[in-house]
Nanobody, 129 residues
Framework: QVQPVESGGGLVQAGGSLRLSCAADGGIYTSRAVAWFRQAPGKERIFMAAITGRGSRTYYADSVEGRITISRDNAKNAVFLDISGLRPDDTAVYYC??????????????????????WGQGTQVTVSS
């Protein structure tokens, strides 16, 4: 069973950039779709981005598209989330999640929490104004 482990969070000034990393503890990410979600204080957890097992396709939430990039390095068994133009409302716990499939059909499944049975503990990102 793979256990995602997030890192890279911290305190960042508004306008800055950050790279979050997701490593696989106890398993491999190759051939597994991976997604990032986030949960802001007092709000529900929401989808940010997803990438297929081979990295050939990516999916983004409309609210952040253009400011975030998801990528993966299967040789390093890691998935990344780059966020630019950080704003205070990006403050949240960011979660990495994965499952047992390299891809989903229909594509709406990439956006659903239930598609990803394995979740990390999250990494806190705080953006100061």
């Amino acid at each position: 069973q793979v256990q995602p482990v997030e890192s890279g969070g911290g305190l960042v000034q508004a306008g800055g950039s950050l790279r979050l990393s997701c490593a696989a503890d106890g398993g491999i990410y190759t051939s597994r779709a991976v997604a990032w979600f986030r949960q802001a204080p007092g709000k529900e957890r929401i989808f940010m981005a997803a990438i297929t097992g081979r990295g050939s396709r990516t999916y983004y939430a409309d609210s952040v598209e253009g400011r975030i990039t998801i990528s993966r390095d299967n040789a390093k068994n890691a998935v990344f989330l780059d966020i630019s133009g950080l704003r205070p409302d990006d403050t949240a716990v960011y979660y990495c999640a994965t499952g047992n499939a390299a891809s989903f059909s229909p594509t709406s499944l990439y956006f659903a929490e239930t598609s990803y049975p394995f979740w990390g503990q999250g990494t806190q990102v705080t953006v100061s104004s």
